[in-house]
């Protein structure tokens, strides 16, 4: 038990269709740069931003992150959104495990930077900055852009040079490419258990 104050929680909310070592690297690197006691993994029920392609099934993206982060100790995988009916918005897994966890803790959320210039669009900003601190990892080649997000509510990170998405992982398994070393070995041996993005739906 930690004797330094509220417990840290960080958020690491995602489609992790599939999970690669990009989200594991910035997860690690937040944990650590902000005293993190553990980092939640919280794969997304029906992602409202990608309505336009197929996702592959929910239980296949949780299972995929508990596989991912079954060997680190401050590592967990919540599945509120996937138990929650219809699409998944920030604001509610926020709410969510504030209820679960009591006023006793500190949120951080992870986010990709491109998602966080995206935030102020998004349902309820106000509220989610009163909810959690914000914390964008920035990309290989991507800079930030000033989005006009409030002051002290947001942190920059820069995450070491990863420029892995799920959108190239899922196009490398169409075209016969090989994932090794861009995942962990479980996922890429999960994949291919499942034949998960081979047909180019997902
Ligand atoms: P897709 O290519 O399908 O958009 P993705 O690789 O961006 O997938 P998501 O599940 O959408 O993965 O990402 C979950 C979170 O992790 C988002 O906040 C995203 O910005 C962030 N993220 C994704 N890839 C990286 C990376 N390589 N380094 C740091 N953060 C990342
Ligand atoms: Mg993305």
Request: net charge negative.
């Amino acid at each position: 038990m930690s004797t330094r104050g509220p417990r840290r929680i960080g958020i690491m909310g995602g489609t992790f269709d599939p999970i690669h070592h990009g989200h594991l690297v910035a997860a690690s690197e937040v944990a650590h740069l902000f005293g993190l006691d553990e980092v939640v993994f919280v794969p997304t029920g029906q992602p409202w931003q990608k309505t336009r392609r197929k996702v592959a099934p929910a239980e296949d993206r949780y299972l995929m992150t508990v596989i991912a982060t079954a060997s680190n100790p401050r590592f967990s995988v919540s599945r509120i959104d996937i138990d929650r009916a219809g699409p998944t918005y920030t604001v509610d897994t926020l709410r969510e495990m504030r209820e679960l966890h009591g006023p006793d803790t500190e949120f951080f959320f992870i986010t990709g930077a491109d998602a966080l210039e995206q935030m102020l669009a998004w349902h309820n900003a106000d509220e989610m900055f009163e909810l959690a601190h914000f914390i964008g990892c920035t990309r290989p080649g991507h800079s930030l852009a000033d989005p006009g997000l409030p002051a002290g509510r947001v942190s920059l990170v820069e995450v070491p040079a990863l420029s892995i998405s799920s959108t190239e992982c899922r196009e490398r398994v169409e075209a016969g490419e090989p994932i090794w070393y861009l995942v962990p070995d479980g996922i890429v041996q999960y994949i291919n258990k499942r034949r998960l993005y081979e047909d180019g739906t997902c």
